[in-house]
């Protein structure tokens, strides 16, 4: 089957899912694996109701969506279950585009390959049940695919304003912009098997630097227009003060719970700084590859996020299919799936026998999202490790028995 | 120890060689660390009941200061169930109604003040529609606003013993009301229900209590309500009188009530009433029956007291893995679990005598007492563990491991066997091309030329896709049996449609195995993959399980383990007659597979109780078995089925 009659089937059948009212999918909305106080269905209904009644949204912190939600479900569109399905459309067509500019392959063409990339996508649960439980991850993924795909196409102003969509309903995103410009100057095709030297214009980069920052304040001002500056306190700053300790499957809110007052600051500062710190060891490693840097960015956001959900992990997941080039030198691909099947079974698991059967406590639930983060860490290190070792190549038979193997 | 570090560059190389023996020493000996680790597990299994990996049982609440009131329940209260049971008799000689006696219990529960109600209710099963009437009470606390409340029960109903009517359980219940109303003291409402039939209206009530009324139950909301319920009491007293007070405890889907409950409820039988506690109906070792396993034994054996112990615990551990196992509640305590609820049922162990009414009343005064101290539920205590007889118990550091053991042979055989597909030896001569085809397995006498050779790896392409497609659909095929059987037209004529099932369900792999593309000769052979995907995902199930429900996990790691490890040796046919398969022994083994995977179909009872139980109740038990547990015996039993057709292939 190739692309041309997977990709269509796939898109039918995830519209034909948002279609049909299922009684599984209204439980899946208050799940805490799928959707984050910053991202969760219910506070954006609650959120356009109050904004609908002329109460600021903002005011009682339950309400932490971007205000372009707002503006979007209360004029153009109701939050209806189709969007998400649309959204995941867009997310699997950008990815199916991206893949396309790295292998070099025109459209129609890449064949089966390329049905299997969309199907990465869409059919990835770590992604499909947050879209169905309607969790504003989607259209964050969706807007990081479309700026890797406008990136890579190298299309640099839509890219950069994607960016600033992104990063604007999703602060982290801003680690993605180091190797997003750096892909705007070079090419997103496959340089892992002959690293280069950076050669990207530095004054071209500094240009798009500045395009993004002011596509970012306008869209700033447009939103403090319209719902006051507050919005920023209750939205853009959560990620990095963390008001919120609802319970996710990443590694914060279980340690911010734990912490007493006085070092919440500090540590919140060592949180959000540690985020930072992988951006230029990545950047400068695969200089050759930024496409290769942010996909392995991605993967750290999946880890280390503030307000993780299931979404992150699975988009770094999803992005694999676009690196086929790396299988061969992964180290331990099954013990990473493995670990990661681990984690998906302990954490809805866990959460039931604390919450719902009250037989365990918050300790059995971070232990199950410590797996998570350990399934997500051995799946970047392995990127990282395959993507390096992929410029060695393979040695030859009678050679590698006198080969003295010299790294670092 | 030869430390060899001639220059300083050298250290990671060093390092890096180290690293690599010790994987390749792993890998070689891989087989008997499996082993090592199947034979630990397995042998921890059946050391379960040995009294040194037991400890005593503590109460770790303070708040809860079991046995230290004095109860006022008194002869004059015994009266009064005495009059009760002589009217349930009645009802019971009269072959009343639901609606009769349920109107009769309200009436008397509000002839003592108590605001009363019935609830009626139906469950639409497969195989019947279950209507019943349930009449509830509650006593509203005169201390506090009522957010929280205690619920004693009965069912009209009782399995255990060979009475089937729980009429004094009832008559205890509706005495107490009267008797409870009397004291001032109650921190939390208390509510008494008593439902029809045995498990089913409790549990109506239950989810009619809680607004979690699911779609095969017609029943309206409740007209009385109360605060959320911390811990329930069931009291089952069928018999005449009783000389041992038993407890249940095993809950819906294997959950267990905090062991303080249960410890609490010991002290207080012992203390208060003088009457000795035991788990379930089993007496205690020196009051048992000489119905043992030991009676056959010989006399030296049945003498000795550490056999004696190691098969009374062994009693009790099997008859709670019983219930654990199939998520069963073992009483109608166990359907409060679902709710967040510590409860356990109280067995009166029917006996001559000595104790009566006067005991069970003032044990249950004092339990409530007891729960009435608490600030905040149960917590502190335990919530996984094993009780090996009343006064001791198993924290779940010491069986969780037994099953986690076999988990961890299982992932090292499978990850064993993926490492297997990934590479295939070949014979630097031409000497011997018939080498390659034994997976590096080679026969013994192709190893003793092959060796002054110099044997060279090469890796193989390992094609996934086959295999994750397989996998999903006998899963699939699973689910598709499971709507079968929970269907009424199956339970209706279970016996013939249980055959048919089970002959169609034996011929799935053989189905699956002709569409099955033959795999190119360079990619790795299809069972290595499937066998190694098989492994992993048993073991991911077992060790996920164990925390859940270790009799579960405990049973899957002794059903499944040597079956799925050895599906590609026992399906082998024998070296010795390379040119035939062994007929008969094959035939079998896989008859063999086909019992253990599907056999289970030829148990009717079994078959509608667990469908029942999952109908009715919510118990994931039979879906489980079907969607999960048989199709993963299915994968074992096609690897073992192309393990046979990739050798006649050649």
Redesign the interface.
Request: no cysteine.
């Given at each position: 089957m190739d692309s041309t009659s997977l990709f269509p089937l796939l898109v039918s059948f995830r519209l034909l899912l948002a279609c049909i009212p299922l009684h599984l999918i209204s439980g899946l909305q208050h799940d805490h694996q799928l959707s984050s106080p910053l991202t969760s269905y219910s506070r954006l209904k609650e959120g356009l109701w109050l904004y609908s009644h002329n109460i600021d949204p903002y005011a009682g912190g339950v309400f932490r969506h971007s205000p372009l939600f707002l503006s979007i479900f209360s004029t153009l569109l109701p939050p209806l279950p189709i969007v998400w399905a649309l959204s995941d459309i867009v997310g699997a067509w950008a990815l199916l585009r991206i893949w396309r500019a790295r292998q070099r392959v025109g459209k129609g063409s890449g064949g089966r390959a390329g049905g299997l990339v969309a199907a990465a996508f869409l059919l990835n649960p770590y992604l499909f049940l947050p879209s169905l439980a309607l969790s504003a991850s989607t259209f964050e993924n969706t807007a990081v695919l479309l700026t890797l795909m406008f990136a890579s196409e190298g299309k640099p102003s839509a890219a950069l304003l994607a960016l600033a969509f992104s990063t604007h309903l999703c602060i982290s995103t801003l680690l993605l912009l180091l190797p997003v410009l750096m892909l705007l100057v070079t090419s997103p095709v496959s340089q892992l098997a002959s690293p280069q030297e950076f050669r990207g214009d530095l004054r071209t980069t500094c240009k798009y630097a500045g395009q993004f920052v002011a596509y970012w304040l306008v869209l700033l001002g447009a939103s403090s227009l319209m719902v006051g500056d507050v919005y920023c306190e209750q939205s853009y700053r959560a990620s990095l003060t963390l008001p919120d300790l609802t319970p996710n499957p990443g590694l914060w809110w279980y340690f911010f719970t734990e912490m007493f007052d006085h070092f919440r600051p500090f540590f919140l500062m060592v949180f959000s700084v540690h985020l930072v710190i992988y951006i230029l060891p990545i950047c400068i490693k695969f200089q050759h590859d930024a496409l290769y840097a942010s996909f392995l960015l991605v993967g750290i956001l999946g880890i280390f996020k503030a307000y993780l959900t299931l979404a992150d992990p699975g988009l770094f997941l999803s992005m694999f299919a676009l690196f086929p080039e790396v299988y061969p030198y992964l180290r331990h691909p099954?013990?990473t799936t493995?670990v990661h099947?681990?984690a998906a079974?302990?954490l809805p698991?866990f959460h039931a026998?604390w919450v719902?059967?009250?037989?365990?406590?918050a300790n059995f639930y971070y232990a199950a999202s410590l797996v998570m983060g350990v399934a997500g860490g051995m799946g970047v290190v392995d990127a990282c490790y395959a993507g390096l070792r992929i410029a060695f190549g393979d040695v030859a038979?009678g050679e590698r028995n006198n080969w003295?193997?010299?790294?670092? | 120890m030869d430390r060899i570090w001639p220059r300083r560059q050298n250290g990671n190389v060093v390092r890096l060689r180290r690293r690599k023996n010790a994987t390749a020493l792993i890998y070689r000996n891989l087989s008997k660390i499996t082993t090592a680790l199947l034979a630990t597990g397995y042998l921890w299994m059946t050391l379960i009941p040995i009294p040194p990996l037991s400890q005593g049982v503590y109460i770790d609440e303070n708040a809860l200061q079991p046995a230290q009131v004095n109860t006022n329940w008194n002869w004059q209260d015994v009266h009064q169930a005495d009059l009760y049971l002589h009217h349930l008799e009645g009802l019971r000689d009269k072959n009343a109604t639901s609606e009769q006696r349920a109107s009769f219990i309200r009436d008397e529960f509000a002839k003592l003040g108590l605001s009363a109600a019935t609830q009626n209710y139906t469950f639409m099963t497969p195989s019947s529609n279950i209507t019943g009437i349930n009449a509830y009470a509650i006593l509203n606390s005169p201390r506090t606003p009522g957010s929280e409340a205690i619920v004693i029960s009965a069912s009209w109903l009782s399995e255990v013993g060979k009475e089937p009517y729980n009429l004094r359980g009832i008559a205890t219940v509706i005495a107490l009301a009267g008797f409870l109303k009397n004291y001032s003291l109650w921190a939390k409402d208390i509510i008494f229900v008593i439902g029809d039939n045995y498990l089913d209206g409790i549990h109506a009530w239950l989810n009619a209590y809680h607004g979690t009324i699911p779609q095969n139950l017609d029943t309206d909301l409740l007209e009385l309500t109360s605060g959320v319920i911390w811990n329930a009491l069931n009291v089952d007293y069928s018999g005449h009188s009783f000389s041992h007070l038993g407890v249940f405890f095993e809950g819906l889907n294997g959950r267990l009530p905090n062991q303080d409950l249960i410890n609490s409820l010991r002290l207080i039988s012992h203390y208060t009433a003088g009457v000795p506690l035991v788990l379930y109906d089993h007496l205690e070792l020196h009051d048992a029956p000489q119905n043992s396993l030991l009676t056959s034994a010989p006399e030296f054996m049945k003498r000795s007291p550490q056999l004696r112990e190691f098969e009374h615990r062994a009693r009790n551990v099997k008859r709670h893995v019983s219930y654990q196992a199939r998520g069963r509640p073992s009483a109608p305590h166990g359907l409060f679990h679902r709710f967040r609820i510590d409860a356990i049922t109280l067995y009166a162990i029917p006996a001559d005598g000595p104790h009566g009414f006067f005991a069970l009343g003032r044990i249950i005064e004092s339990t409530l007492r007891t729960s009435n101290n608490l600030l905040e539920r149960l917590h502190a205590s335990f919530f996984f563990y094993i009780l090996t007889t009343p006064a001791t118990f198993m924290k779940i550091g010491t069986f969780l491991p037994s099953a986690v053991l076999v988990a961890v042979a299982m992932i090292f055989s499978g990850l064993g066997r993926w490492v297997e597909a990934g590479w295939v030896q070949e014979s630097s001569s031409e000497l011997q091309p018939q080498g390659k085809e034994d997976d590096g397995k080679a026969a013994n006498a192709t190893i003793a030329t092959v060796a002054t050779l110099q044997p060279t790896w090469r890796p193989r392409q390992r094609p996934v896709i086959p295999v994750i497609t397989t996998i999903c659909v006998t899963h699939c095929i699973g689910l598709l049996a499971f709507a079968m059987i929970d269907t009424s037209c199956f339970l209706q004529n279970q016996v013939v449609a249980s055959w048919i099932l089970l002959i169609a369900l034996g011929l799935v792999p053989q189905a699956l195995l002709t569409i099955i593309p033959s795999h190119p000769p360079e990619t790795a052979p299809f069972s290595l993959l499937l066998q190694s995907f098989n492994l992993c995902l048993a073991s991911t199930v077992i060790s996920i399980t164990s925390l859940l429900n270790f009799s579960l996990a405990a049973t899957l790691a002794v059903t499944l383990g040597i079956p799925l490890i050895c599906s590609h040796v026992f399906f082998r046919p024998s070296q010795t007659s390379t040119s035939h398969f062994n007929k008969p022994c094959q035939l079998a083994v896989h008859a063999a597979y086909w019992v253990l995977t599907w056999g289970w179909l030829l148990l009717p009872q079994e078959v509608e109780k667990a469908v029942w139980n999952w109908e009715v109740l919510g118990v994931w038990f039979a879906p489980f078995v079907c969607i999960v547990y048989a199709p993963l015996l299915m994968q074992a039993g096609l690897v073992g089925l192309s393990v046979m057709n990739e050798m006649l292939l050649g």
């Open positions: 099954i013990v493995l099947i681990h079974l302990l698991l026998l719902t059967e009250g037989r365990g406590n038979e003295a193997v010299v790294q670092e | -």
